[in-house]
């Protein structure tokens, strides 16, 4: 079966620089979470997006942002980069935006020299 | 807002022994309650949920909650450990209503499964 697709799956930043992480959901889920995963943390919710519109807010910085596409693909983008935004950053979508499941990627890790 | 507390960052178990994973949650209102499993370097992968129908959830690879309202619980647990059960295990919960609510996590519990 189809899963989440997260790219890249790794990628190396240096600080004040700008990250682009990208995610294609399951074959027609219409919402997608993003979340981070710090080193030895547990995941941490940014936002998340239900047919283009943004649905709900967790502790995603100013310096963040995020969209979803028509095609549902999802979008996270990172300016002024930080060290400690090093992190695993986790996609997960869903059918509908009260599904109970949500459908974890596999994941990009980003690190910030 | 809802919160999640897992009791011992690591558990240790023999394997063929039983597995208990403890979960405690905090809502005004019954939530609904979710166990992942994450392997080394990989994404989460829904183990079972609970979302108001039947108190004892069985889920995949043998692994079954219960959620006890007067405990404020949802305990993970599996009769007969194996070796390929060893990973970090999140409890995490989210608001019983509808909108693509983002899941809270608890701070996770790393099993070692003993030979």
């Known amino acids: 079966a189809a899963g989440v697709i997260q790219s890249p799956r790794h990628l190396i930043k240096e600080k004040r620089e700008t990250a682009t992480l990208k995610c294609y959901p399951i074959?027609?889920?219409?919402?997608v979470y993003w979340y981070q995963q710090g080193p030895g943390q547990d995941p941490q919710f940014l936002i998340s997006?239900?047919?283009?519109?943004?649905?709900d807010k967790g502790s995603i910085p100013d310096r963040f942002s995020a969209q979803q596409f028509s095609d549902y693909h999802s979008e996270l983008n990172m300016s002024s980069l930080e060290l400690g935004d090093s992190a695993l950053y986790f996609c997960?979508?869903?059918?509908?935006?009260?599904?109970?499941?949500?459908?974890f990627g596999p994941g990009t890790r980003l690190t910030v020299t | 807002a809802q919160s999640v507390t897992q009791l011992g960052s690591h558990v240790s178990v023999s394997e063929g022994a039983l597995v208990l994973l403890r979960c405690n949650y905090s809502?005004?209102?019954?939530?609904?309650l979710f166990w992942y499993v994450q392997y080394p370097n990989q994404g989460l992968q829904l183990l079972l949920k609970?979302?108001?129908?039947?108190?004892l959830v069985k889920g995949i690879n043998g692994f079954e909650a219960e959620f006890k309202k007067s405990e404020t619980s949802f305990h993970l647990t599996k009769p007969s450990a194996h070796m390929s059960d060893a990973a970090e295990y999140f409890c995490?919960?989210?608001?019983?209503?509808?909108?693509?609510?983002?899941?809270?996590f608890g701070k996770g519990t790393h099993l070692i499964i003993q030979p």
């Open positions: 997960a979508s869903s059918l509908g935006q009260a599904s109970y499941e949500q459908y």
């Open positions: 074959p027609r889920h219409d919402t």
């Open positions: 997006f239900y047919e283009k519109m943004q649905s």
């Open positions: 809502s005004s209102v019954p939530p609904y």
């Open positions: 609970y979302t108001s129908a039947a108190t």
């Open positions: 995490a919960v989210r608001a019983p209503r509808g909108g693509a609510d983002g899941l809270t």
